[in-house]
């Protein structure tokens, strides 16, 4: 199965700025089938960008996803406060479609 | 509104059963693969199991291999998880989630909590 490392495992940053979150696939991605879901505490998680780059509806533009291969990113333009959450990668190429261990977004 | 709302977490002891459900509305079921996703407390998101639209492709984890058993009624727009065997590490919030397979994971529902302890 493909291992997903994402990278910080905490992110500590001040309402304004700029995020960016690695995650890497132990092996290549297959048509870059990486989705980000975003979760806040006692909440399910929530679809924000699926096929590396796209962004799910209703999703706001300061959330982009990048990436190809085994290297993908989710970068968030400009903190919102209520964006600070926890964040995982997920690859749909291959069965099982494993997830990533998380990325905190705390305030700083 | 499409709407997912998972039932039938409880408590049991390891080695004892119970049956998830998961009620679907608001979309056309039988259109989409589903999939069980669960989270051990304070843990991240783990993939359980697998189905495609119409039941015939089936995945399962290996911690859940030979113990879950996943299964649709489309007439019914339900979900299903069978989990036999229960162990401890089993222990967690249980969500299902509209996709999977070659595809995201677009709507999840609250989920439904299954503790297995003595």
């Known amino acids: 199965e493909i291992v997903l490392t994402q990278s910080p495992g905490t992110l500590s940053l001040s309402p304004g700025e700029r995020a960016t979150l690695s995650c890497r696939a132990s092996q290549t991605v297959s048509s870059s089938y990486v989705a980000w879901y975003q979760q806040k505490p006692g909440q399910a998680p929530r679809l924000l960008i699926y096929?590396?780059?796209s962004r799910a509806t209703g999703i706001p533009d300061r959330f982009s996803g990048s990436g190809s291969g085994t290297d993908f990113t989710l970068t968030i333009s400009r903190l919102e406060p209520e964006d600070f959450a926890v964040y995982y990668c997920q690859q749909y190429g291959s069965s099982p479609g494993t997830f990533g261990q998380g990325t905190k977004v705390e305030i700083k | 509104e499409v709407q997912l709302v998972e039932s039938g977490g409880g408590v049991v002891r390891p080695g004892g059963s119970l049956r998830l459900s998961c009620a679907a509305s608001?979309?056309?079921?039988?259109?989409?693969?589903m999939t069980w996703v669960r989270q051990a407390p304070g843990k991240g998101l783990e993939w359980v199991s697998g189905?495609?639209?119409?039941?015939?492709?089936?995945g399962y984890a290996d911690s859940v291999k030979g113990r879950f058993t996943i299964s649709r009624d489309n007439a019914k727009n339900s979900l299903y998880l069978q989990m036999n065997t229960l162990r401890a590490e089993d222990t967690a919030l249980y969500h299902c989630?509209?996709?999977?397979?070659?595809?995201?994971?677009?709507?999840w529902g609250k989920g439904t909590t299954v503790t297995v302890s003595s």
């Open positions: 189905i495609n639209w119409n039941g015939g492709s089936t």
């Open positions: 096929g590396a780059s």
């Open positions: 608001g979309f056309t079921f039988d259109d989409y693969g």
């Open positions: 989630a509209r996709g999977g397979g070659s595809w995201y994971m677009d709507v």
